[in-house]
């Protein structure tokens, strides 16, 4: 699904750049700039923003993230009434794709420093 991608890429291009220090190693990078930059903070913070950023997407959404949720835990956890729960559980499943192939390219350059 790419609904936001760019806007979510943008976010994470712009945590990098204000964290770049934290990430020295990419070992380092792989195991915590995923946590710290989608999971430690809300991604939208309110119920009427939450409903707004999702607009007409709100179902395909879900259905993304119960499918993603089945896939990978067996069960679904995300709280569906709550515009900011599918919201940040969302950003979090495409912010895991973009962290993924950010790494691996930085891998691929500089052969496994974050430079």
């Given amino acids: 699904m790419d609904y936001k991608r760019d806007e979510i890429k943008e976010y994470l291009e712009d945590y990098i750049a204000d964290n770049r220090d934290q990430y020295d190693d990419i070992d380092d990078a792989r195991d915590t700039l995923h946590h710290n930059a989608f999971n430690s903070d ?9 409903k707004q950023w999702l607009g007409d997407e ?4 879900i259905g993304f ?3 993603y949720e089945q896939d ?8 569906f009434t709550e515009p900011e729960k599918v919201v940040n559980m969302y950003t979090f499943i495409i912010g895991q794709e973009l ?3 950010y790494l691996d390219q930085v891998e691929e350059w500089i052969g496994g420093k974050v430079a």
Avoid at 42 to 50: D, P, S
Avoid at 58 to 61: M, Q, S, V
Avoid at 72 to 79: Q, R, S
């Fill in 99 to 101: 962290v993924n192939e």
């Fill in 65 to 67: 993230i119960k499918e």
């Fill in 72 to 79: 990978n835990f067996g069960e679904v956890h995300t709280d």
């Fill in 42 to 50: 809300y991604y939208i913070i309110g119920r009427y923003q939450a």
């Fill in 58 to 61: 709100a179902f395909n959404i």
